[in-house]
């Protein structure tokens, strides 16, 4: 589907869905804490409404009814078939949705409206995957023994906790919910302070599809909210997809406690281009690592690396290609790249661009970009020590650096904490898989950097401080399960 092809709802339509509920025990009530800050339209820099968190008592309410649902066993005790019927109603409703979801994203996260769409399928197919993982028989599974066959049975945890950022909010929330639901878990889902609204359009999918109340929650604010979740010891297993320092707080409180929990952090993602790369193509792919989600993209293109022979075309070209940029409203079809999502954000990229303006590095700043708004022009960082260039930015905001040797570009690319995406740009396939299988990351992709995974149903991993326990189809239903090993012993 082409951009001018995406049916936008009404500005008036979207403005419908501004309104934010908590969702605990299957009512809708107005979270009532102020937070003392406001969701924008980062397009506009306009404020649509002041951030609010659920009270403690509610929150209560919320953990007690997730609780109370576990113990009776009515949700984990329901046939694998019938939890998986539910998700696939939802899910079917929720396609209906993937405009409107999309709509909300690019209004209040500044993300075009092509990516929201496209990410947004996501929202749905979560919950298909979910149940086909229940279709499956993934729940028991059987060994021989030594008197008959032993079960190994997957069982729910207990009360899943869902936590999720502002970059993709929906479609992370969906694919951690539809599993923690499919796992026979009572969940509760807070979404980003910053970005709150597209996740409570879940609560329509679910109640379409006859879903108990009090099964899955919401409840809303910012990180005192997240941690009073994870501290609790009702909780058992916890999703939570955001920055190193949450995932760090996250870490510590179900260390306490030796809840299951899955980390999905920050990344500082590499690209290699070797000296037979093609030009044009390897140009094409830095912009699009660059600016998908606006550069807020956990496997968006942070190191760029460049055999030195090939360096000064591709930095040219990606210049060309990123000054033509058309940057605008993340609501107009037209409009290739948005502002960043919030204004303390924006100060964040701001100040790591000119730390390392400060420590040496050239700055070549590209489009031009509206002077309201939250916009920041996709900037390339040349001439910085590679050293100084290892933290994540998350922004459309690279630092390139030559390489003579293969060995060379392996040891930059691995050289930063970060281990979650990567990329090699090379004529022949197989020498960038050579490389490509040296980097300690999760994931590489050749000659391309798509935001579909080259696989549905392979792992996406992360190393070092890119997170904790692997996502995937089958991985973050995991994360939701525990196993009991049951067989007649031998006598
Ligand atoms: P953030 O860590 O500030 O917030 C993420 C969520 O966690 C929010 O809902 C927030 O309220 C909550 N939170 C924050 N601190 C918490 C705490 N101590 N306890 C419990 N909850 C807490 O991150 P952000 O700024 O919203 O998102 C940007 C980060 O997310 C980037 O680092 C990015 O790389 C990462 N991210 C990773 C992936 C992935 O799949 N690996 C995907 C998207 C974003």
Redesign the pocket.
Known sequence: MTPSEIKVPSLEEIRKHLVLFDYIDGERTPPTVELGSFVYNPSTGEPIASQKATSPEQLERALQTASRLHQTGMWANIPPEVRAEILEHAANHLMTLVPVIAAIESYTTGVILSTTHFVNNIVWLAFKAAAGVLRQGYTVSKVPGPCGDVEILRKPRGVAVA??????PAA?AAHKVANALAAGCPVIL?????APYSCLLLVEGLEAAGLPRGLFQIVN???????R??NDPRTRAVS???????????AA?CAHDFKSVQL????NNAMIVLADADIEKTADGIVSSLITLNG????ALGRLLIHETIYEPVLETALQKLRALRVGDALDPETQLGPLANPV?KTRVEAAIRELEVKGARIHVTASVPTYGFYLSPTLLTDANPQDTVE?I?GPVAAIHPFRTDEEAIELANQSPYG?GGYVFSADEEHAFHIARRLRTGGVKINGVSLLELNVDAP?P?WGL??FGE?GTFETFDVFCGKSVVGVAAR
């Not at 807070?190 to 910053?194: G, I, L, R, V």
């Not at 604010?221 to 941690?227: D, L």
């Not at 807020?296 to 496997?299: D, L, N």
């Open positions: 936590i999720v950022p502002w970059n993709s992370l807070k979404p980003s302070e910053w604010g910012g990180a005192e909210v997240g941690q979740l994870v939570f997809t955001g920055g190193l320092q949450g995932g760090r707080a996250v409180a999905e952090l920050g990344g807020q993209w956990c496997r954000h994540e998350f979650l996406r992360a890119s997170g996502e």
